[in-house]
């Protein structure tokens, strides 16, 4: 059994070109010149203990001699380790999750590992293979805000683990957890606007498929009950949606309109500069993320501040303690906190 899965290895690293005196160079042609097996080139290059010294040096120097360098890939495999983790994001365009993936990137960086990264373009179907394939690559996984169905997710769960889920909870699901109170920090939007005034607002939701949506909607529901009336109005999770729904929400009568994100409401920000309605003296505008241009557009965003970078790095956190073979440390679930700046106002009562 021993012998087949070292000639596997072999197999890996021949097919991983390498560039000596102007050819490539193979795994074959280092035993060849050695005059060993494959096999036995594929234990030297892997370290194991198991070739004689005499050997290990025949192949060193046949090795040095042509230029061979073996596959980092097949070596971590051989070792049981590739030193590579996967992250699986909704959509590499929101800076919400390149801040995420930036935290992991990092802190998994000091550790020692690379980050392969994988995008599913808001398409629940195509995740659980776009999480499957990345771990066959990688020793450990992030999911970042995934859109498969809880029951999807479960039966998933065996072909990729070790996992850890950002800004998701499954229930039967016993992968570590961090995720954000995001219902707190709609509380604190609607308490705001309603001390403000603001008696009609609209939500321009996010993708159907993202829970935290679901969360925020349900939670926007349960605020706005003696409140203000509020109107939900379909959008998605990008600049464009919110520019293209910001007509839709304004014919609400809205006075406030919330977005499903920072992207969102800058969007709809942007067309209401556009054709003149004024922010906040007519409609105020919150976004939800805290992402860096929020704090440098004019007028500058109220939003929900989401710590995204150390989302990434509890994540890593708890992704490296299982592949540690320890135990992760327990979930977390961070409070959002409002960053009230100049995009709201007191309600214009002529709305």
């Not at 070792?79 to 983790?85: E, P, S």
């Not at 992704?319 to 135990?327: I, P, Q, S």
């Not at 700046?341 to 309600?347: E, L, Q, V």
Request: charged share 25%; hydrophobic share 40%.
């Amino acid at each position: 059994m021993g012998e087949v899965g070292e000639a596997a290895v072999g197999a890996a690293d021949d097919r991983a070109p390498q560039r000596g005196r102007g050819q490539t160079v193979t795994i074959r042609d280092v035993a060849k010149a050695a005059g060993v097996s494959p096999a036995t080139v594929s234990r030297v290059m892997n370290n194991q203990e198991s070739v004689a010294p005499e050997l290990a040096r025949r192949v060193q120097q046949a090795a040095v001699s042509l230029g061979y360098r073996p596959s980092a890939i097949a070596q971590g495999l051989a070792r049981g380790r590739t030193g590579l983790v996967a992250i699986t994001v909704p959509d590499l365009g929101n800076p919400m999750f390149q801040s995420v993936l930036r935290g992991v990137s990092r802190a998994a960086g000091r550790d020692g590992y690379r980050l392969l990264v994988t995008d599913s373009h808001e398409l629940p179907l195509e995740e659980p293979l776009l999480a499957q394939e990345s771990r066959l690559r990688a020793d450990g996984l992030v999911l970042c805000s995934p859109r498969s169905h809880d029951r999807e997710l479960v039966e998933l769960a065996p072909t990729i683990e070790p996992f850890v889920l950002v800004n998701r909870h499954v229930d039967g699901l016993e992968a570590p957890t961090v995720s954000v109170d995001y219902s707190s920090g709609v509380r604190a939007v609607c308490a705001h606007l309603a001390w403000l005034g603001h008696t009609r607002v609209a939500f321009l939701s996010g993708p159907r498929a993202s829970v935290s949506n679901r969360q925020r909607m349900e939670a926007l529901e349960e605020s706005a009950r003696g409140r203000f009336e509020l109107h939900i109005v379909e959008c998605g999770s990008m600049l464009e949606e919110g520019y293209e729904a910001a007509d839709r929400a304004l014919a609400t009568g809205a006075t406030a309109v919330i977005g499903y994100n920072d992207l969102v409401a800058l969007g709809a920000l942007g067309k209401m500069t556009e054709i003149g309605v004024a922010v906040p003296d007519q409609v105020s505008v919150v976004g939800f993320d805290d992402i860096p241009f929020s704090r440098y557009i004019s007028p500058r965003l109220t939003t929900v501040s989401v710590p995204q970078e150390e989302l990434g790095r509890e994540a890593w956190q708890r992704l490296a303690a299982m592949l540690r073979k320890e135990d992760p440390p327990a979930d977390v679930c961070f409070t959002p906190r409002l960053e009230v700046r100049d995009s709201t106002g007191p309600a214009d009562v002529r709305r």
